[in-house]
């Protein structure tokens, strides 16, 4: 027996498109009002707030709640410039303070913004919302009896509806990816994770096929059965997921979506420390942006169709397992010497990139939790992209920065294969000692990528944060999925 898939947070939203006022709704438990860091007339042109602004004078730089009109009232403070990112984060400490008055109806107000500005904070209250009322996977004998709290959101001060479709969707899709990270690696193996995927593909209609370790034999993947050679199920495979709109645009090819799906990764031969293999069941993030990425275009009913693939195995030690120096021919007929046992995310996205680059989409995105060299360079607060168009690179920082995923570019040019030749084979999987891992491990991977498609790497280092990151509160972030939802619909 393993967890029923997660619903989606509930939260009831409702836009007044008025000034709040002391007439507003007598059914809400709590108000957290926006107001411009360090200015202490925020609430002087409110009419509501002019009388008690005294009440909050001098504390302009902090978030505060207190009593105000029968009401509690939570203030946030935002400044004048603050960014997506920013206003992510600051939203994530407020809707904390709030949840804990546990109120089931909020109302949302701002002072002093503009109506730009008040939309993007309203934005970023929802995400945080449903990020926080999200169900995430919990195996204890008592259940939680306060995961449910906020239950409505009443927007106010704003003179728009705003459209919060995306929020909602991305969120959905964030979600899944975190419930799904968090689940222990007994709870998510391969063949369980293929059944979540096709108890999905049901409900959202789309295509799915599993290839199986027969089919991959047949297709000669051999860089991803050296992976799971050492495995005692034989349960890996590829899954791959179809999108398809109602209504297409003329000549619109597929966008292909690749994750990494290490259920759960020893190490191999190459054994981790047991403080490094502590957490390895969440080595299958990539994967689940790519679904989560999938799920939040499927409910935006975008107009173009989508490919999932998405590489499920896992890297277990065994005599049979794959060793060092080893020699194993991919797909497309690539050798690749083994230098790292370790290294095998890059081994089943070599085969998985191939299968989806030989169906000639128009672009190509792929998430994994690759290389720990990326997290050294960015830390947890950004996530790396590598391509093989340097004229996508401000696109992907724009986009980053919009949707609050921020990610930054990386190298991918040429002379960089000399330190990948092999004697033996015709590229080397890695290089024993780290030297910019993550740059190599874009280059290998680029290698697989057939038909001059265009392709994104996104090396997850920002997948795990400890007490969360922007609007998420949990240490598995979900990152990725917000973020290529908003390039792939602007570019």
């Given at each position: 027996?393993?967890?029923?898939?997660?619903?989606?947070?509930?939260?009831?939203?409702?836009?007044?498109?008025?000034?709040?006022?002391?007439?507003?709704?007598?059914?809400?438990?709590?108000?957290?009002?926006?107001?411009?860091?360090?200015?202490?007339?925020?609430?002087?042109?409110?009419?509501?707030?002019?009388?008690?602004?005294?009440?909050?004078?001098?504390?302009?730089?902090?978030?505060?709640?207190?009593?105000?009109?029968?009401?509690?009232?939570?203030?946030?403070?935002?400044?004048?410039?603050?960014?997506?990112?920013?206003?992510?984060?600051?939203?994530?400490?407020?809707?904390?303070?709030?949840?804990?008055?546990?109120?089931?109806?909020?109302?949302?107000?701002?002072?002093?913004?503009?109506?730009?500005?008040?939309?993007?904070?309203?934005?970023?209250?929802?995400?945080?919302?449903?990020?926080?009322?999200?169900?995430?996977?919990?195996?204890?004998?008592?259940?939680?009896?306060?995961?449910?709290?906020?239950?409505?959101?009443?927007?106010?001060?704003?003179?728009?509806?705003?459209?919060?479709?995306?929020?909602?969707?991305?969120?959905?899709?964030?979600?899944?990816?975190?419930?799904?990270?968090?689940?222990?690696?007994?709870?998510?193996?391969?063949?369980?994770?293929?059944?979540?995927?096709?108890?999905?593909?049901?409900?959202?209609?789309?295509?799915?096929?599993?290839?199986?370790?027969?089919?991959?034999?047949?297709?000669?993947?051999?860089?991803?059965?050296?992976?799971?050679?050492?495995?005692?199920?034989?349960?890996?495979?590829?899954?791959?997921?179809?999108?398809?709109?109602?209504?297409?645009?003329?000549?619109?090819?597929?966008?292909?979506?690749?994750?990494?799906?290490?259920?759960?990764?020893?190490?191999?031969n190459n054994l981790k420390t047991g403080k490094s293999m502590l957490g390895?069941?969440?080595?299958?993030?990539?994967?689940?942006?790519?679904?989560?990425?999938?799920?939040?275009?499927?409910?935006?009913?975008?107009?173009?169709?989508?490919?999932?693939?998405?590489?499920?195995?896992?890297?277990?030690?065994?005599?049979?397992?794959?060793?060092?120096?080893?020699?194993?021919?991919?797909?497309?007929?690539?050798?690749?010497?083994?230098?790292?046992?370790?290294?095998?995310?890059?081994?089943?996205?070599?085969?998985?990139?191939?299968?989806?680059?030989?169906?000639?989409?128009?672009?190509?995105?792929?998430?994994?939790?690759?290389?720990?060299?990326?997290?050294?360079?960015?830390?947890?607060?950004?996530?790396?992209?590598?391509?093989?168009?340097?004229?996508?690179?401000?696109?992907?920082?724009?986009?980053?920065?919009?949707?609050?995923?921020?990610?930054?570019?990386?190298?991918?040019?040429?002379?960089?294969?000399?330190?990948?030749?092999?004697?033996?084979?015709?590229?080397?999987?890695?290089?024993?000692?780290?030297?910019?891992?993550?740059?190599?491990?874009?280059?290998?991977?680029?290698?697989?990528?057939?038909?001059?498609?265009?392709?994104?790497?996104?090396?997850?280092?920002?997948?795990?944060?400890?007490?969360?990151?922007?609007?998420?509160?949990?240490?598995?972030?979900?990152?990725?999925?917000?973020?290529?939802?908003?390039?792939?619909?602007?570019?």
């Amino acid at each position: 027996m393993f967890p029923a898939l997660p619903a989606p947070a509930k939260v009831k939203i409702n836009q007044h498109l008025t000034v709040l006022s002391k007439d507003y709704p007598e059914t809400l438990d709590h108000l957290l009002v926006i107001a411009r860091k360090g200015d202490a007339k925020a609430f002087s042109d409110h009419s509501l707030f002019a009388a008690a602004s005294a009440r909050f004078k001098g504390r302009e730089k902090e978030t505060v709640t207190a009593p105000l009109s029968g009401k509690l009232v939570t203030v946030g403070r935002l400044a004048a410039d603050a960014t997506p990112f920013e206003m992510l984060e600051a939203a994530r400490k407020w809707i904390s303070a709030v949840r804990s008055h546990k109120p089931k109806a909020l109302g949302l107000a701002f002072a002093g913004l503009d109506e730009h500005q008040a939309a993007v904070a309203a934005e970023a209250v929802l995400a945080a919302v449903l990020s926080a009322e999200f169900a995430m996977p919990k195996f204890t004998a008592k259940s939680d009896e306060t995961k449910s709290v906020i239950r409505e959101l009443h927007v106010f001060d704003t003179a728009e509806k705003i459209d919060f479709s995306r929020t909602l969707a991305s969120a959905e899709g964030t979600n899944l990816a975190r419930w799904l990270a968090t689940l222990p690696g007994n709870y998510l193996t391969p063949g369980k994770y293929r059944k979540y995927v096709e108890q999905l593909a049901k409900e959202f209609g789309w295509e799915a096929e599993y290839l199986d370790e027969a089919t991959l034999k047949r297709k000669k993947a051999g860089a991803f059965l050296a992976v799971v050679q050492g495995s005692e199920d034989r349960d890996a495979g590829i899954m791959r997921l179809r999108y398809k709109p109602a209504k297409t645009k003329r000549n619109a090819n597929a966008i292909a979506l690749v994750g990494k799906g290490i259920c759960f990764d020893t190490g191999g031969n190459n054994l981790k420390t047991g403080k490094s293999m502590l957490g390895m069941h969440g080595d299958m993030q990539g994967s689940a942006v790519a679904l989560g990425t999938l799920i939040a275009l499927s409910r935006l009913e975008i107009d173009f169709p989508v490919d999932c693939w998405m590489a499920l195995a896992q890297n277990h030690i065994g005599p049979k397992a794959y060793k060092m120096n080893d020699v194993v021919t991919a797909s497309d007929g690539t050798t690749i010497e083994i230098l790292h046992t370790d290294a095998e995310g890059r081994m089943v996205l070599a085969d998985t990139l191939a299968l989806a680059s030989n169906a000639k989409p128009s672009f190509i995105m792929d998430f994994a939790t690759l290389t720990g060299t990326c997290v050294h360079a960015l830390g947890a607060r950004y996530s790396g992209v590598f391509t093989n168009r340097e004229e996508l690179a401000t696109g992907l920082i724009a986009a980053g920065k919009r949707s609050g995923e921020r990610v930054w570019p990386f190298p991918q040019d040429r002379d960089y294969d000399e330190l990948l030749e092999s004697k033996v084979a015709d590229v080397k999987q890695c290089l024993i000692e780290g030297e910019a891992d993550h740059i190599l491990a874009g280059r290998f991977l680029s290698r697989f990528v057939k038909n001059d498609v265009p392709w994104v790497h996104v090396d997850l280092s920002a997948s795990e944060s400890k007490g969360g990151l922007a609007h998420v509160p949990s240490e598995f972030t979900g990152f990725g999925v917000r973020f290529a939802t908003e390039y792939l619909l602007s570019r």
